[in-house]
């Protein structure tokens, strides 16, 4: 298998942690709002060789930190799939995490659109379905508020939040993306036809086990419930089931 092309936008956009050409698959990951790339890292190790793991960088933080953040969803997925666009010798597979969840989603969309190969499955994990809304208002916030916030989810990083030099390197990314998060719309008649599992957290405060079921209203093709022990961020101290549910599905669609 070729591998993928190395473009300037694609080298922005995405990183390779473990190159895996041998693979059946490639899984997609996009992280939660004011997250980065690195957050997958250790599922990019652990799902090769069969399965290579592509982490999507967003602009406004790590290696992309002297960029502007995006602030609407539209422009992120757009920008997303232009890049993903170029990958056409193995099946996609999609993981997002929160706001990630619903990226995944918009950049499936456009694939449907475009007429490419659908994904061979879409992971939404701690997300309610993108037709499910709540009037959240955190990107209005003093950073204060936005800190509160990032603590009540349980962040992987909590060193990070006491660190004033470090909270000033990440509040930026973390602003824009609530902003594009909190002020999307689903826009209603559009579906996927590949199929959905929902992942939460039982105790996640943003996203209800009802709310993830309505992910599938948003697709044709099967759709499956799980939930594990856990906050929003449940993914990192459930990892191993995560993964194996991950690398289980794939593998079994992928062939």
């Avoid at 929160?98 to 061979?120: D, W």
């Avoid at 961020?233 to 990892?239: G, T």
């Amino acid at each position: 298998m070729s591998a993928p092309p190395r473009t300037t936008a694609f080298d922005k956009w995405v990183t390779i942690a473990t190159p895996s050409p041998q693979s059946t698959v490639r899984l997609i990951c996009l992280p939660h709002a004011g997250g980065s790339a690195s957050f997958f890292f250790p599922v990019s190790r652990a799902l090769a060789p069969r399965v290579e793991v592509l982490a999507v960088q967003y602009p406004a933080r790590q290696t992309r930190l002297r960029e502007p953040g995006i602030d609407n969803i539209p422009e992120y997925a757009d920008q997303i799939f232009a890049v993903l666009a170029e990958l056409d010798d193995k099946p996609l597979a999609f993981f997002g995490h929160s706001m990630g969840a619903i990226l995944a989603y918009e950049v499936a969309l456009r694939m449907r659109q475009a007429g490419r190969p659908a994904p061979v499955h879409l992971f939404a994990s701690g997300r309610r379905a993108p037709s499910r809304y709540r009037a959240e208002r955190i990107h209005e916030g003093t950073d204060a508020q936005v800190v509160a916030e990032l603590k009540r989810l349980g962040g992987p990083n909590p060193a990070l939040l006491a660190d004033p030099e470090m909270l000033a390197l990440i509040l930026p990314a973390v602003r824009s993306d609530y902003t594009a998060i909190e002020r999307y719309r689903h826009t209603p008649g559009r579906h996927l036809t590949c199929p959905i599992t929902a992942v939460i957290g039982d105790h996640d405060p943003r996203v209800s086990p009802d709310e993830a079921r309505s992910w599938s209203e948003h697709t044709t093709g099967p759709f499956t419930l799980k939930i594990l022990p856990g906050d929003h961020f449940y993914l990192v101290a459930r990892a191993p089931e995560l993964l194996a549910l991950i690398s289980h599905t794939l593998t079994t669609s992928a062939g």
